[in-house]
Nanobody, 124 residues
Framework: QVQLVESGGGLVQAGGSLRLSCAAS????????MGWFRQAPGKEREFVAS????????YYADSVKGRFTVSRDNAKNTVYLQMNSLEREDTADYYC?????????????????WGQGTQVTVSS
């Protein structure tokens, strides 16, 4: 069974930074694109960032472009989300997900395994 375990969430002041990690196991990690999504209270889940299997292609939501960076270390079976200049609007539960394909995608329907999430709270 594919496992995805997020960590690194927490409480941070606006303008601060956090780095989320997602440790993957039980498949060949380097075969699949990976994505990060988030869901704020009372809102629908939304795409945040994604990265291709090799790390050579990435996409970002407009709301995080220039502030967030997605990366991966295939030797460690881990994908990261570096979040800088955090805003209150970034408060949400963040989920990593395994893509069905090697390319990076933005559609949640192209992801077939999801982690349990890690909570990020940005205070003003």
């Amino acid at each position: 069974q594919v496992q995805l375990v997020e960590s690194g969430g927490g409480l941070v002041q606006a303008g601060g930074s956090l780095r989320l990690s997602c440790a993957a196991s039980r498949w060949i990690f380097s075969s699949n694109g990976m994505g990060w999504f988030r869901q704020a209270p009372g809102k629908e889940r939304e795409f945040v960032a994604s990265i291709s299997a090799t790390g050579g292609q990435s996409y970002y939501a407009d709301s995080v472009k220039g502030r967030f960076t997605v990366s991966r270390d295939n030797a460690k079976n881990t994908v990261y989300l570096q979040m800088n200049s955090l805003e209150r609007e970034d408060t949400a539960d963040y989920y990593c997900a395994r893509g069905m394909y090697a390319i990076a995608t933005t559609d949640p329907e192209t992801y077939n395994y999801w982690g349990q999430g890690t909570q990020v709270t940005v205070s003003s």
